[in-house]
């Protein structure tokens, strides 16, 4: 566990990183955040769980800015992004990003994917950029060889690296992290998880994951918490959540189809 998280533990006053508080968010009249309340500590790893559905990506939109909440506060280091675009556009300064499937360039040679943000938001030039893209390359494994390939001749594992590269290569206070390991086979899942866990540790940053992949929970979280029907349901330290006393949790974490979460799809088949 991070100095941070322990700090949290042991009650420590600092402000939040992060504060989600009261999130509500609808969409067509359907409910789908309703009232989440999330704090995030000063370089603490946070892993958000809950089935497909449940709002983990729509929480995430909402921080970056890219859905505006119907109701309540996103704030970092206590200054209120929502609504308020030029602390959005400063606090998105300060942020990396891995997205689901990487999310990379295709038409950018990997060096320029893992250098967007230098070059487009901090003003680096391209020669200096290029030469800190490979540095960070070689972070998550990639030699200064995979610097000219384009990501279609990349395999699903290097796209990830090169997605977290990217993430990292800003040097972030803040990196969110979407379903880091998804598509993934368990050996390469666990490679990702090594290099989240270290480059995290490395930037001192304060991280933010949404996943369903309990094996990458388990690995980089300090502090685990689950959402169900829009709010967060339970939450507690990582080595906590087998003993977590939540029948929803624990129904979700041991992947049973019986036990309080219904879905549509489990309701037809016993119907």
């Known amino acids: 566990m991070s100095a941070a998280a322990n700090e949290r533990a042991g009650g420590g006053a600092n402000r939040p990183k992060i504060a989600l508080r009261g999130l509500c968010k ?38 970056l800015g890219l859905l505006r909440p119907d109701a309540g506060s996103v704030t970092i280091d206590g200054e209120e992004l929502a609504g308020n675009r030029v602390a959005r556009e400063s606090a998105m300064r300060r942020i990396g990003m891995l997205f689901q499937n990487a999310a990379l360039f295709d038409s950018l040679p990997v060096w320029e994917n893992v250098a967007f943000g230098l070059i487009q938001a901090h003003g680096m030039r391209r020669r200096e950029a290029r030469a800190t893209a490979i540095e960070t390359l070689a972070q998550v494994g990639l030699g200064a060889d995979s610097a000219d390939l384009y990501p279609a001749a990349l395999s699903g594992g290097m796209r990830k690296r090169v997605g977290l590269a990217r993430a990292i290569a800003t040097r972030p206070e803040i990196i969110l992290f979407d379903e880091p390991t998804t598509g993934l086979d368990p050996i390469m899942a666990d490679v990702i998880n090594d290099l989240i866990v270290a480059r995290t540790h490395d930037l ?68």
């Open 204 to 271: 001192g940053a304060t991280a933010l994951t949404i996943t369903h992949d309990m094996r990458s929970a388990r690995k980089i979280a300090d502090r685990i918490a689950m959402i169900h029907e829009g709010a967060i349901i339970w939450q507690g330290p990582a080595g906590e959540i087998d003993s977590s006393g939540n029948a929803h949790v624990d129904q979700f974490i041991n992947g049973r189809a019986e036990g309080p979460i219904r879905l549509p799809q489990a309701d037809a088949l016993h119907g």
């Open 26 to 63: 609808r969409f067509a009249g359907q409910v789908v955040l309703d009232g989440l309340d999330l704090e995030i500590g000063t370089g603490e790893s946070v892993v958000v769980i809950g089935c497909s559905g449940v709002g983990k990506s729509v929480m995430l939109k909402c921080l």
